[in-house]
């Protein structure tokens, strides 16, 4: 009974390693401000649409263990395909089956949404096929996570429009992100342009931010994420990069409370700092990347 026992826990821990769960607050977050942008939806809506979205997210996670399991052996042999916990196959198979769960659950909700979800599908295993060595591979990435702005408006029967420039905004944050966090295994940074590209959300977000406390913390709360990214690259310790690439996944969500500052919906601001918050704790537990 003892053995069994432990089976099912390493088999739940390995599965929340391979889907960085850590950083689902964050696909939650996005969700709450495109729809803040977009109107607003019932409470249960917003929930369904964030649980399918989740499930694409993971699905992308899984996937990008299985197809980089040749490189990982190389370079992080403590991934959990690398080392043993679980076959490629399995994941594969998981990875896509979530991928086809997430569409079909948006495509019920609503039709356009399906139809983002499948772009969005596409993405995913595009960015996970061809991503090593590429250069516009993060921009591939920034492209998922705008799509997810795109797909939450779409499902709450919104014009996608409406979310458009916050969505292009968050593309160019992911971006910086995505092209940071390939140094990770390195411990420094190899050019400090994606770090400005970061900063266009900010550009995007102030003209129209209409000042209130939830307004102010997250103004707050990412100046000392700032702060805290820029000290860690500038020293570049072991481990530095890494613990700021988590801290900027994290700000994903302070991202979103800014732009659901824009929507006069005070309610997703402190949803949004709620799941950076959450992100944070999480990250204490399972890798962020």
């Not at 495109?34 to 649980?51: F, R």
């Not at 209130?212 to 990412?222: D, E, N, Q, R, T």
């Not at 860690?232 to 530095?240: F, K």
């Amino acid at each position: 009974m003892g053995s069994l026992a432990t089976r099912r826990v390493g088999a739940w821990t390995t599965a929340l390693k391979l889907g960085r769960v850590s950083n689902l607050p964050t696909v939650w977050s996005n969700v709450v401000a495109a729809v803040a942008l977009s109107g607003g939806a019932s409470p249960l809506l917003v929930l369904a649409i964030a649980a399918a979205v989740s499930l694409l997210y993971v699905a992308g996670m899984f996937l990008n263990d299985a197809f980089d399991r040749e490189i990982d052996a190389r370079e992080r042999p403590e991934r959990p395909i690398p080392s043993g916990e679980v076959g490629g196959e399995l994941v594969f198979v998981v990875g896509f089956s979530l991928l086809v769960i997430g569409a079909v659950t948006l495509m019920t909700i609503e039709q356009e949404a399906g139809a983002y979800a499948m772009l969005l599908c596409g993405a995913i295993v595009l960015y996970n096929w061809r991503h090593k060595g590429n250069p516009v591979a993060p921009f591939v990435m920034g492209f998922c996570r705008a799509l997810v702005y795109v797909v939450a408006a779409a499902a709450v029967a919104a014009n996608p429009s409406d979310v458009l420039l916050p969505a292009a905004a968050l593309l160019a944050y992911v971006a910086g992100l995505t092209y940071t966090a390939r140094m990770e295994n390195l411990d420094r940074v190899g050019s400090w342009w994606p770090l400005v590209v970061m900063a266009a959300p900010l550009v995007v977000a102030l003209p129209h931010l209409q000042l209130s406390v939830g307004a102010i913390i997250s103004l707050v709360l990412l100046a000392g994420c700032s702060w805290r990214v820029g000290q860690l690259l500038l020293r570049r310790g072991a481990g530095d990069v890494g613990r700021a690439v988590g801290i900027m996944i994290a700000a994903i969500a302070l991202v979103d409370a800014l732009f659901s500052a824009t929507s006069g919906a005070p309610y997703a601001v402190y949803v949004c700092i709620a799941c950076f918050l959450f992100t944070l704790v999480l990250q204490r537990y399972i890798p962020a990347s």
